[in-house]
């Protein structure tokens, strides 16, 4: 019969899903794996990646500044007078004066615990980011998968209605089919041609946006990943347990940390200057060398304490909210992307059975159209039922797949 090859495709298909599931799921850890170098081939090639290595060197040379004994460098003066331009009797002096600025009670303190948080804020928002990147290239990756099955099964479908079209054609021109039938095949091919190119389309767009992300081509297997395991209780209250919620806090901690510095800062720093001079009144005299210590205090402005004071208050209670948004937002999708899991897993199982029933009718179908107890017009409806049926199917694998990735990602669980 022409339609044997197909019909066992969805008699195997249906019985082998018990089977072919549990063997997918052992797949997952090269599914992981995939999805881990791709993320790294697209770490590579993101923009904000390299930045943040100039913003790690600028924290790390914030903190070497607070290390130091001084919170600027010193300055060194030297100076000469005489009298040479008027009455030019051997008048000479010589100065030389070092100055180092010096920090205020509790600045150096200050100062050394901001640039620490302005280092851990950095290494936080680069594992942020990078579980940014991992969600749009899950996202990126499933489409592809999904592109990829409605490309296979449009080109099965065509070849199914060539098939189809030549028996067809055959049984017309020996009389057993009328010349209606002949053109509902050939329709059918050519319905099912439109639909492979539009699928191909989609496959294209899919795979240039991967692309985009990793710079190569995805890989042929793209299996779906390991689902995560149960959290404990409260595990999201953690701000380490997930990348956005450890940059919220580590850029409220950074926040406070100027805060502290601004209040530690409400004048400029004193300086200490040590002044040596030599110096004589006349060509009949010796030079004489003197020694002094100078300290400068500068005044404190009230102004321009509060303007530095409520400029890190604002910025300290603006990423505190922050801080609280993002933790409701992230429970709020673990929640949500939990939820679609189980009706992803749901909707799988109803496939499965959906596609079962299709290919016994598809079985039934062609074995009264070969008999003649069935016209074509049936033949075709019930064929149609079960490409729609196995089309359903693929589209619920990898929404299933899409659906633990996006819990992974809601969790703060990278590829």
């Given amino acids: 019969m022409k339609f044997s090859a197909f019909r066992r495709q969805l008699l195997i298909c249906a019985a082998g899903l018990a089977f072919g599931l549990p063997a997918y799921a052992a797949d997952a850890a090269p599914a992981r794996s995939g999805l881990a170098q791709a ?95 991992a969600g749009e290239l899950r996202e990126a990756w499933w489409t592809l998968a999904a592109a990829r099955n409605a490309r296979l099964l449009a080109a099965r479908r065509l070849d199914t209605a060539r098939a189809l079209e030549a028996d067809v054609r055959r049984r017309y021109k020996v009389g057993e089919l009328s010349r209606i039938d002949a053109n509902l095949a050939q ?96 060509f009949a005299e010796p030079y004489a060398n003197t020694v002094g210590i100078q300290l400068k205090i500068p005044f404190s402005s009230q102004a321009l304490v509060r303007r530095e004071g409520s400029a890190a208050q604002a910025e300290t209670d603006q990423a505190d909210a922050e801080m609280l948004r993002a933790q409701t937002r992230v429970r709020l999708e673990a929640e949500r992307a939990g939820r679609a899991l189980d009706a992803a897993e749901r909707q799988l199982a109803m496939a499965q059975e959906r596609l079962a029933l299709s290919a016994e009718n598809l079985r039934l179908a062609e074995k009264a159209f070969s008999l003649g107890e069935s016209d074509l017009a049936t033949l075709l409806r019930i064929r149609a039922a079960a490409f729609d049926a196995e089309a359903f199917l693929d589209r619920q694998r990898v929404a299933r797949a899409a659906a633990i990735s996006r819990l992974n990602q809601a969790l703060g669980v990278l590829p």
């Fill in 187 to 282: 329709s059918e091919v050519h319905a099912a041609g439109a639909e492979l190119i539009e699928t191909e389309a989609t496959l294209l767009q899919a795979d240039q946006a991967l692309r985009t992300l990793t710079g190569t081509d995805a890989p042929q297997d793209m299996a779906e990943e390991a689902p995560p395991r149960p959290a404990p209780a409260g595990a999201l209250a953690d701000p380490a347990a997930h990348p956005v919620l450890a940059a919220a806090a580590a850029t409220a901690r950074s926040a406070r940390a100027r805060l502290t510095v601004a209040d530690q800062s409400r004048r400029a720093a004193p300086e200490l200057a040590l002044r040596m001079v030599r110096e004589r009144g006349d």
């Fill in 39 to 133: 993320l790294e081939q697209a770490w590579r090639l993101h923009p904000q990646a390299a930045a943040l290595e100039g913003r790690e060197a600028e924290a790390r040379a914030a903190q070497e500044v607070a290390a130091g004994l001084t919170p600027e460098p010193g300055s060194l003066s030297i100076g000469s007078r005489n009298d040479r331009a008027n009455r030019n009797r051997g008048m000479q002096e010589y100065e030389v004066e070092l100055a180092a600025p010096l920090w205020l009670p509790g600045q150096k303190a200050a100062h050394e615990a901001e640039a620490a948080s302005r280092v851990d804020a950095v290494a936080a928002r680069r594992a942020a980011l990078r579980a940014e990147l």
